[in-house]
């Protein structure tokens, strides 16, 4: 989109983006992911989107990837556009230039598997710490597995090393960090076949436990580059760091335990509800954090305890509740529940509720329902328990016919000063050509 002269601010705004996918050969594919805006308002004045009225950067970036029976390979060059002027620049994300990383898909011998997996990153930012990263692992696991149960102890080497510029006088700039890790994965089935109003069906019985052990290394002079802490859930409970990238490999000595039961039709297989409990059970205290200084050690013992349930209401009426309840503390961590009704792949509605340590509690709506053949509403709403307010609305309705297509959008938000705005929005597609619209 391009607005000659604003009549507001007195200048050129445009904003753009570029998304295109080409597969080149059999196992080659490339993208290209480009977005910019002349203005950090042009998404409070133009866009239809709620989600970017609040974005902060916008991506800029090229990707290369290759999948073969093997090998999985991926080259990427990235940078982002920072929208918000007012950020620090030490807060900025760092240029990739560029990241590749690759893994291997080497088949199994005798339940024995072999992974390999490595990286190599160059983040670079104007006067900040920035170099290239080089990440290197390797794993063998175990795999023992029978109708009744498995059991899979799993061993891994990773090496990760640094070559860094602008670091302070004094500091190391060429850090490098070597662990080993070691993990055992076991867990049993029990099932039972039950009669419930005239109808068969399967419960089961699934408790399972996960050990993991990793050494504790000094990594306080090792840059956070791209890695930050896991959210706390079921499924990162089982995982074998509790960061999410290679600056940090966290210290760990401890126990998950989980036990899951199901609910399935002896008709159909469907599996009608799932429900999970879990908690980690801490051995020693962790010493390893995100600061680049020396932290406290986290002391406590147990985890916050987590549930979550899987209801299938009928065929097309699905629940979902995720509980997590701080043990150490006595108190909610947080609370969210989802009902979705799907009809059809135009149809459906969601429901949720979220809470967080009684502090936040927001309601959540979705609508998407085709009115008919060609015609779709769309509708979204969120609202804030602790004001009583709305936080953001969208009513809209578009019309898709063969070759064109226009959609009209009404929505009221809160802006970054706070206030309420009311926006009116057209879209005209032209199908196989292009858009003329008001915003991303």
Known sequence: AYLSDDKETGENRYGYKLDLRQRLARSWNASVNYAEVSDENYFEDFSRSLLLTSATYLRQEGRLNYSGRYLRANALYSQFQTIDETIPEANRPYKREPAITFSTNIPKLNSFKLDLY????????????????????ASVAYNFRKMYGFIKPKATFRY???????VAMGQNATPDRSLGIFSLDSGLYFEKSSFIKGRDFTTTLEPRLFYLYVPYKDQTDIP??????????????????????????????QLTASLTSRLISADSGDELLKGTLGQIYYFDDRQVSLSTNPAPAQTFSRSDFAAELYTRLSK?????????????????????????????????????????NNSSQQLNANVTW??????????????????????????????NACCWGIRVDAQRRIDNNSEYVNAF????????LTKIRTGF
């Open 316 to 356: 097309k009426f699905y629940m979902y509740n995720f509980f997590q309840y701080n043990t150490e503390k006595s108190e909610l961590g947080v609370f969210n529940t989802d009902l979705r009704y799907t009809k059809d792949a135009r149809r459906g509605i969601k429901l949720g509720y979220y809470n967080k």
């Open 160 to 166: 990760t090393s640094y070559d860094l510029t602008n």
């Open 224 to 253: 956070v580059f791209d890695t930050g802490q896991n959210t706390f859930s079921m499924g990162t409970m089982f995982r074998e760091n509790r960061f999410t990238g290679p600056d940090r490999i966290g210290d760990a000595n």
């Open 370 to 399: 085709a009115l008919a053949p060609r015609w779709q509403l769309n509708a979204s709403a969120r609202y804030d328990l602790e004001v009583n307010d709305f936080l953001r609305g969208n009513l809209g309705i578009g019309y």
């Open 425 to 432: 929005l057209i879209q005209l597609e032209l199908n196989g």
């Open 118 to 137: 490595g990286s190599y990153t160059d983040f670079q930012r104007t006067d900040r710490i920035s170099g290239p990263r080089s990440d290197m692992g």
